[in-house]
């Protein structure tokens, strides 16, 4: 069975439309909504909602790492427009979400999806061919494979409830608690990488990004033949071995375009 895999969508329906082609089903590891494109700013939620000028200006104080104080006061100013922001936010994921869920029910091969930190997955839409797999064991094609979507924030640190959107970070020991709640598995697919520096640390942004030591622990302790994940956009090794297990980064989808092919 030949199996592709896909993360960090972004929003790309076009390539996604072919991303299953020669397949025999689809896996999605999440981030399928694109809320701000830091490359185009005419490009995302931010910019239908607020404007390509405010999209800009937060994309910049992103990559210079601006006080998150200075962030918010931009988004709040900017989000005083509107008399509901979290209405109007609800509104226009929920649209994109139609168009990605469209294309995914309309690729003819079964899909299986997780959310990543970018999605609300409250918000998926039900579609024929389409599994929402998140917290589960899946056999396809004899093989058992765990699904766990999700961002786990670092231990201690509370997700934040604030403002019109709010991101699916988890606290650390609830995202933990649904991966020990995982039943056995051969392969493992989740939104973020295990805790391997060459794995989690980006070459763009320069920083290491979240990443699960419990994950890793699991992989260590029962050696799946896979671990298949996103998050990281530019990492600094796509792939990398813990013990038996090939620990791999199937790629950001929204600029690769390629699918990572998997053989059962």
């Given at each position: 069975?030949?199996?592709?895999?896909?993360?960090?969508?972004?929003?790309n329906t076009r390539a996604?439309?072919?991303?299953?082609?020669?397949?025999?089903?689809?896996l999605v590891l999440g981030?399928?909504?694109?809320?701000?494109?830091?490359?185009?700013?005419?490009?995302?939620?931010?910019?239908?909602?607020?404007?390509?000028?405010?999209?800009?200006?937060?994309?910049?104080?992103?990559?210079?790492?601006?006080?998150?104080?200075?962030?918010?006061?931009?988004?709040?100013?900017?989000?005083?427009?509107?008399?509901?922001?979290?209405?109007?936010?609800?509104?226009?994921?929920?649209?994109?979400?139609?168009?990605?869920?469209?294309?995914?029910?309309?690729?003819?091969?079964?899909?299986?999806?997780?959310?990543?930190?970018?999605?609300?997955?409250?918000?998926?839409?039900?579609?024929?061919?389409?599994?929402?797999?998140?917290?589960?064991?899946?056999?396809?094609?004899?093989?058992?494979?765990?699904?766990?979507?999700?961002?786990?924030?670092?231990?201690?640190?509370?997700?934040?409830?604030?403002?019109?959107?709010?991101?699916?970070?988890?606290?650390?020991?609830?995202?933990?608690?649904?991966?020990?709640?995982?039943?056995?598995?051969?392969?493992?697919?989740?939104?973020?990488?295990?805790?391997?520096?060459?794995?989690?640390?980006?070459?763009v942004t320069r920083r290491?990004?979240?990443?699960?030591?419990?994950?890793?622990?699991?992989?260590?302790?029962?050696?799946?033949?896979?671990?298949?994940?996103?998050?990281?956009?530019?990492?600094?090794?796509?792939?990398?071995?813990?013990?038996?297990?090939?620990?791999?980064?199937?790629?950001?989808?929204?600029?690769?375009?390629?699918?990572?092919?998997?053989?059962?």
């Open positions: 069975m030949r199996l592709h895999v896909v993360s960090d969508v972004h929003g996604l439309a072919r991303a299953a082609a020669g397949a025999d089903g689809l981030d399928l909504l694109e809320f701000v494109d830091y490359r185009d700013p005419d490009n995302g939620i931010i910019a239908r909602l607020l404007g390509s000028g405010i999209a800009a200006e937060f994309g910049r104080m992103r990559r210079i790492g601006a006080p998150r104080a200075q962030i918010q006061g931009l988004l709040e100013r900017s989000w005083s427009r509107f008399a509901d922001p979290a209405a109007a936010v609800v509104d226009a994921v929920t649209e994109q979400y139609a168009e990605i869920f469209a294309v995914l029910a309309g690729l003819g091969v079964p899909v299986w999806a997780i959310p990543g930190n970018v999605d609300v997955p409250r918000l998926w839409p039900d579609v024929d061919g389409v599994v929402h797999a998140d917290r589960q064991v899946i056999e396809i094609g004899g093989r058992r494979i765990g699904f766990l979507g999700g961002v786990p924030l670092p231990p201690g640190v509370a997700p934040r409830r604030g403002g019109p959107w709010q991101p699916y970070f988890l606290p650390h020991d609830e995202w933990t608690a649904r991966l020990d709640a995982l039943g056995p598995a051969d392969l493992l697919c989740t939104h973020v990488p295990p805790d391997v520096p060459v794995l989690t640390y980006d070459v290491a990004e979240i990443a699960s030591a419990p994950l890793t622990a699991r992989i260590r302790a029962e050696q799946p033949s896979h671990a298949l994940f996103g998050h990281v956009h530019q990492p600094l090794h796509r792939r990398a071995r813990i013990g038996r297990t090939d620990c791999v980064n199937v790629g950001h989808f929204r600029e690769l375009e390629q699918p990572c092919v998997l053989h059962l």
